[in-house]
C-alpha cells in the first residue's frame, strides 16, 4: 500500500518560542514546547547513525468500557488504561512510516502556532492537505493522543476543533482580545466562538436558554420570534448531528454565568423524538461516551428535557396517518439497544428514569419523529416551546 508524500515541508524548531520556564510547574505551551524540541534533537541524533531509526512515542487513553457517573459533578466517566503506541521511520511497513511522517506534520503545525502565537482547527489541519492526512479522524486522534502524552489539553497545542454552533439572543460576549460582541444588536446569528477566548457572557433580563439539535428549528424560532430571550443552536451536518467540545464548553460557561437581573438562566433541551436525540441531549447534560476524560469540565446538570417526546407526537397525530412519524430504521433500534445497554444515564437504576422509558417506548411503538413535526400543529413550533416553558418557570 502506498501513501502519498508532505507537499509541503515540515518545519520542527527547538526556538518555538521564548525559552522553557526554569519553575518546576512550567506553563503548558513550555511543556508542548520542550516536548517538540526534545523530540526534534533525538530524531536528529538518529538520523546521524548509520542504522538510526527515529520514532515517536504516544500515549492513548483505552477505556475498559467501565463508565460510571461521577455523583460529585453528575458526569460521566470512565476508568481508563494508558497504551502505549509507537511510530518510527522507516517503521516496518510503509504505514508504520507514513503514520511517523504525519505526526511529525502536525507537530510542525503545533510549533508554527505557537511560535506566531496564533491558534488554528484541527479541521484545517486537514484541509491543509487531505490526500496527505488520509481523514479527518487521523488529525483529531493524532492532536488527542499529542496532548495526552504531554499532560496538557488542546488548548496548549494552540489546537482547537472548528466552529459550528450558532447562537442568537439579547446579550454580548467581552472577549479576552478586549472587543465586545453585541449578539442582540446583529441582524443574523453568530457562530459560537472559542469559549477558551471568551472572557465574559453579559445578560441582562434572559430567563431561559434553548438549546436545539437541529438547524432547521433554530432558523424558524430566529425568523419568527422576537430575541427578548437567548437562544443557542447548533449546525446540523448529515454525517455528524452531535455537539463539538467548542459548543459543549460555551454552554458550560453559559450555564455558570449570572444576569444582572437574576440567577442563571433555565437551560432547556429541544431534540428529535429518536434515539440519536436522546444521545445529543445525553451528551450536553451528562457528556460522551467516546469523550469521557472531557466531561468533567464540559456537562451540563441543569439541562431540563424540553422535547420532544413520543406522547408529543401521537398525542397530535393525524388517526388516518401522519407523515411526520417514521417507522425506526435497522440503525435506530441498534442504536437504541446500545444505549440501553451501555450508557448507564440510561440504566434501570440510572439517573434518568424518563429517558430510559422514552426510549423503550421508541422500541415498542417502533416509531420516531422530528421536530418539524411541531410546524403544523396548533401554533406552531414557537406556541408549542412557549406552552412547554411556562410549565417549568
Same mark, same amino acid.
Given at each position: 500500500m502506498a501513501f502519498p508524500s508532505s507537499r509541503y515541508p515540515v518545519v520542527l524548531s527547538p526556538n518555538s518560542g521564548p525559552p522553557p520556564s526554569s519553575n518546576a510547574e512550567q506553563r503548558p505551551e513550555d511543556r508542548v514546547r520542550n516536548f517538540i524540541s526534545q523530540l526534534l534533537e533525538t530524531t536528529v541524533d538518529e538520523l546521524m547513525k548509520p542504522n538510526g531509526r527515529p520514532f515517536i512515542l504516544l500515549k492513548r487513553r483505552s477505556n475498559r468500557g467501565d463508565y460510571f457517573i461521577n455523583p460529585h459533578n453528575a458526569a460521566l466517566e470512565a476508568r481508563e488504561e494508558d497504551k502505549a503506541i509507537m511510530y518510527s521511520w522507516p517503521g516496518d511497513s510503509a504505514y508504520e512510516a507514513w503514520r511517523f511522517t504525519v505526526s511529525i506534520r502536525v507537530l510542525g503545525v503545533i510549533a508554527d502556532a505557537l511560535r506566531n502565537n496564533i491558534t488554528t482547527s484541527k479541521? =484545517? !489541519?486537514?484541509?491543509? %492537505?487531505?490526500? @496527505?492526512?488520509?481523514?479527518?479522524?487521523? #488529525? %483529531?486522534?493524532?492532536?488527542?493522543?499529542?496532548?495526552?502524552?504531554?499532560?496538557?489539553?488542546r488548548a496548549a497545542l494552540h489546537v482547537t476543533a472548528a466552529a459550528k454552533g450558532l447562537m442568537a439572543g439579547d446579550f454580548s460576549l467581552a472577549l479576552k482580545l478586549g472587543n465586545i460582541l453585541d449578539i442582540g444588536a446583529a441582524s443574523e446569528d453568530f457562530l459560537i466562538p472559542d469559549a477558551e477566548g471568551v472572557d465574559e457572557i453579559i445578560i441582562f433580563d434572559i430567563r431561559w436558554v434553548l438549546i436545539v439539535e437541529k438547524e432547521a428549528s433554530y432558523l424558524s424560532q430566529i425568523d419568527t420570534k422576537p430575541l427578548s430571550y437567548f437562544l443557542k443552536g447548533r449546525k446540523r451536518n448529515h454525517h455528524n448531528r452531535y455537539p463539538d467540545i467548542n459548543t459543549r464548553a460555551f454552554i458550560r460557561l453559559l450555564s455558570e454565568t449570572k444576569s444582572f437581573?437574576?440567577?442563571?438562566?433555565?437551560?432547556?433541551?429541544? $431534540? =428529535?423524538?429518536?434515539?440519536?436525540?436522546?444521545? !445529543?441531549?445525553?451528551? @450536553?447534560?451528562?457528556?460522551?461516551?467516546?469523550?469521557?476524560? /472531557?466531561n468533567a469540565?464540559?456537562? #451540563?446538570? +441543569?439541562?431540563?428535557?424540553?422535547?420532544?417526546?413520543?406522547? =408529543?407526537? #401521537?398525542? +397530535? *397525530? %393525524?388517526?388516518? +396517518?401522519? /407523515?411526520?412519524?417514521?417507522?425506526?430504521?435497522?440503525?435506530?433500534?441498534?442504536? *437504541? $439497544? *446500545?444505549?440501553?445497554?451501555?450508557?448507564? $444515564?440510561? *440504566?434501570? %437504576?440510572?439517573? /434518568?428514569?424518563?429517558?430510559?422509558? /422514552?426510549?423503550?417506548?421508541?422500541?415498542?411503538?417502533?416509531?420516531?419523529?422530528?421536530?418539524?413535526?411541531?410546524y403544523d400543529r396548533d401554533q406552531g413550533l414557537e406556541g408549542w416551546i412557549d406552552q412547554q416553558i411556562r410549565k417549568y418557570l
Open positions: 479541521r =484545517d !489541519i486537514y484541509y491543509s %492537505d487531505p490526500i @496527505y492526512f488520509g481523514s479527518q479522524r487521523v #488529525v %483529531d486522534t493524532l492532536v488527542d493522543d499529542i496532548a495526552y502524552t504531554i499532560g496538557v489539553d437581573m437574576q440567577d442563571t438562566p433555565h437551560l432547556y433541551a429541544l $431534540v =428529535d423524538s429518536d434515539p440519536d436525540g436522546m444521545a !445529543i441531549m445525553s451528551t @450536553y447534560k451528562y457528556g460522551s461516551m467516546t469523550q469521557a476524560h /472531557e469540565r464540559l456537562n #451540563v446538570s +441543569g439541562i431540563c428535557w424540553l422535547g420532544l417526546r413520543t406522547s =408529543d407526537v #401521537v398525542a +397530535g *397525530a %393525524d388517526p388516518q +396517518g401522519d /407523515e411526520a412519524l417514521m417507522p425506526l430504521s435497522v440503525r435506530d433500534r441498534q442504536k *437504541a $439497544v *446500545a444505549i440501553l445497554r451501555n450508557n448507564p $444515564v440510561f *440504566a434501570e %437504576d440510572g439517573p /434518568e428514569p424518563q429517558w430510559r422509558t /422514552e426510549l423503550q417506548q421508541m422500541l415498542m411503538l417502533n416509531l420516531k419523529a422530528e421536530t418539524e413535526v411541531l
